[in-house]
């Protein structure tokens, strides 16, 4: 049908993490409208989003409040900048806000549009400062292997995924990589998880004496990995790294991106684990991803050396458009009043133990060889002797027989990931996983 969605998408659309070459064989999946956890194609049918969209949609589809925030502020004032010190009532309720929330003492925030974004201008604040305290040399950065970050250049090279590198002459030079904390997969003959936490810890070390401490700026990491495949750390991983940084005086910028606002279980990932970050990124469940936001948390040692007289180096010279947009701000600090009066971190404790059994007794199907997860988070990776010569080709059949089963994840490779809204009630979890047990089962009898 030449006027359809679906053939304007192929005509006219070049889509994000696929391949331009298979736009047609695959078909665009058009999603129509969601309600609660769910989502329904062109075709009415309907799925469970088992991802909350892209790791985001906290409190679901359809939330009318979010809504009617949004329109408030558009009829008051669609749009304002904060460049040069202009700000407006939104931004500064929402600064205020994370300020509030923030799991460890911040100073600061700076807003920005996604989370490769935040990232990116974590890492020019990072260097601005460097700068500002007359230490030139102290710029690089190190992130982990299979750790997500974003896709700007910067952002990128912190990202430690082969398809975020190659075609790109990525990473940029002053970005270093550490090991996985994937304990399966990176584990030696003989290593629990406690003595391979430590070796990470020993690895990072290394890597930072190899290189010179003094011209190690910050270190970048997921407090839980996702996009790199849910990776949970393994026992005693953080009590081991924490220290390393510390030693050696590099700021620690936790990415909560995806951990931040419940998904663990605790509003953010940095007191589930006992982090001590010097910054923190935020986005997708800030706002739902109603509309596109983010945010950057600073703490006293970032900002000072920034706001000192004697080290002035002039200004930050580094904004966006829409930094602060007065309604994603808006709509940001609605959606996060729901997340306390609903009481979703509670509710989110409340049901990840069903989430968590369910997730496990999928080891028990055929094919699934591993699973690992957290709150409400999780992954359950597959393995075929056949279909897995190519990295990824299971975990895509696996995902389409899940769509025709009404359920959508998806497979970061092989590894299937579960992320529903955190509205999500026990019910639903069930419901969710019946789906993924069908889904698996189809694939494993017809491979
Ligand atoms: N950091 C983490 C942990 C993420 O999961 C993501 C996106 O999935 C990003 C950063 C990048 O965010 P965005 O896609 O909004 O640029």
Request: proline residues 6%.
């Amino acid at each position: 049908r030449p006027n359809s969605v679906e053939a304007r998408d192929i005509a006219f659309q070049l889509h994000s993490y696929a391949d331009a070459r298979r736009h047609e064989d695959v078909g665009p999946m058009v999603v129509e409208k969601g309600e609660g956890i769910y989502v329904e194609d062109l075709n009415g049918k309907r799925y469970i989003e088992g991802m909350a969209g892209l790791w985001s949609v906290a409190v679901g589809f359809g939330e009318k409040r979010l809504v009617d925030a949004a329109a408030r502020q558009m009829e008051k004032l669609p749009y304002y900048h904060t460049f040069s010190y202009r700000t407006h009532g939104p931004s500064v309720d929402l600064a205020e806000k994370l300020i509030s929330m923030a799991p460890v003492p911040m100073s600061k925030v700076y807003f920005t549009n996604s989370g490769s974004e935040a990232n990116d201008t974590a890492i020019k604040l990072i260097w601005y400062r460097s700068n500002a305290l007359g230490l030139p040399q102290r710029k690089k950065i190190i992130s982990r292997a299979r750790g997500y970050h974003g896709v700007t250049i910067a952002s990128a090279s912190l990202t430690g995924l082969p398809n975020n590198h190659r075609s790109f002459d990525l990473p940029i030079p002053q970005v270093l990589h550490t090991t996985s904390p994937h304990y399966r997969t990176m584990h030696r003959d003989g290593e629990d998880e406690a003595a391979f936490a430590r070796r990470c810890a020993q690895d990072l070390e290394d890597l930072i004496l190899q290189e010179g401490p003094e011209t190690i700026a910050a270190f970048f990491a997921e407090p839980v990995m996702g996009a790199g495949g849910v990776i949970v750390p393994p026992e005693g991983y953080w009590d081991a790294v924490q220290p390393v940084l510390r030693k050696y005086d590099i700021l620690f910028v936790a990415d909560e991106v995806i951990c931040g606002f419940g998904r663990t279980g605790e509003m953010f990932g940095t007191t589930k684990y006992g982090l001590q970050p010097d910054m923190i990124t935020l986005s997708k469940a800030l706002s739902s991803s109603y509309l596109p936001i983010s945010a950057l948390l600073i703490n006293d040692k970032v900002y000072q050396p920034i706001a000192d007289e004697s080290h002035h180096i002039g200004v930050f010279g580094h904004g966006f458009t829409g930094s602060g947009h007065p309604v994603a701000a808006a709509v940001a600090l609605e959606n996060l009043k729901i997340i306390e009066e609903r009481e979703l971190v509670a509710h989110v404790k409340e049901v990840s133990p069903v989430f968590q059994t369910r997730l496990a007794q999928l080891s028990e199907r055929p094919m699934v060889i591993e699973t690992r997860g957290v709150g409400l988070i999780g992954a359950a990776e597959v393995y075929h002797p056949e279909l897995s010569k190519t990295p990824g080709a299971l975990g895509l059949k696996v995902n389409a027989a899940f769509l025709d089963q009404g359920l959508i994840s998806r497979n970061m490779l092989d590894a299937m990931a579960f992320c529903p809204p955190l509205i999500i009630t026990e019910r639903q979890i069930h419901d969710m996983f019946d789906l993924a047990e069908r889904g698996l089962d189809a694939v494993a009898s017809a491979p």
